[in-house]
């Protein structure tokens, strides 16, 4: 799978996995995800993400609403996935012709990186479900659903995000599971900038 594949199918993705919680917790409405995503404007933490072919790449991941999101993948993988400034670039360690970019809004990880969130938007949400732990939300640019889509698991008590996966426009899924994510905190905006980030590496 190409990096930029490996980004969109999946620079989020998740295989589903139990998560403890209540018996039955109640479903997390629209309004209440959409407001849990506006106000998580920081976040970082560790992450694992399942691929399309089955292989497994791990990481740490920094989230800076809105349109900042930076994927720091371990070895022996060593890439570097960043959002910034309207654009993802995608950094691999083997290629010595600078990073592969392309438009941030073509990804449907646009979709939790939106300055607002309205999952209630006329044709964004295709599905929403609970199975009494966890509720599972599909959304899609409802402008552009060619693009794919990205499918979010939250706990409830308090709400959380634990897990995406996205589709990317030729079908191909990616699962990011989050691991001890923390909402807060400062992080330098060095982290999102790709031209920064291509001098660094001459």
């Known amino acids: ?61 920094y989230i800076k609403r809105p349109g900042r999101i930076r994927f720091e993948y371990n070895p022996p993988d060593n890439s570097l996935v960043m959002a910034g400034g309207g654009s993802v670039a995608v950094f691999d360690p083997r290629s010595n012709t600078g990073p592969e970019r392309y438009p941030l809004n073509q990804t449907p990880l646009k979709i939790i990186l939106e300055q607002n969130v309205n999952l209630g938007r006329a044709r964004m949400v295709t599905g929403h479900t609970s199975d009494g732990t966890t509720t599972t939300i599909t959304a899609q640019d409802p402008d552009n659903p060619q693009y794919g ?54």
Do not use: C, H
């Not at 490996?6 to 995800?33: H, I």
């Not at 899924?173 to 909402?183: E, G, K, M, P, S």
């Open 1 to 61: 799978m190409t990096t930029r594949r490996k980004f969109l199918a999946g620079a989020a993705a998740t295989a589903m996995v139990g998560f403890a919680g209540p018996a039955q917790a109640q479903q997390l409405s629209l309004a209440e995800v959409s407001n849990y995503l506006n106000r998580l404007q920081t976040a970082q933490g560790g992450f694992t993400q399942i691929n399309g072919d089955g292989t497994l790449s791990t990481g740490q991941i």
């Open 149 to 202: 889509n990205i499918k979010m698991v939250f706990t409830a008590n308090p709400v959380e995000l634990r897990q995406w996966i996205v589709t990317d426009d030729v079908g191909e899924t990616t699962t990011v599971i989050l691991n001890d994510l923390r909402a807060g905190g400062a992080i330098d905006n060095i982290k999102f900038n790709i031209l920064a980030e291509t001098n660094k590496r001459g």
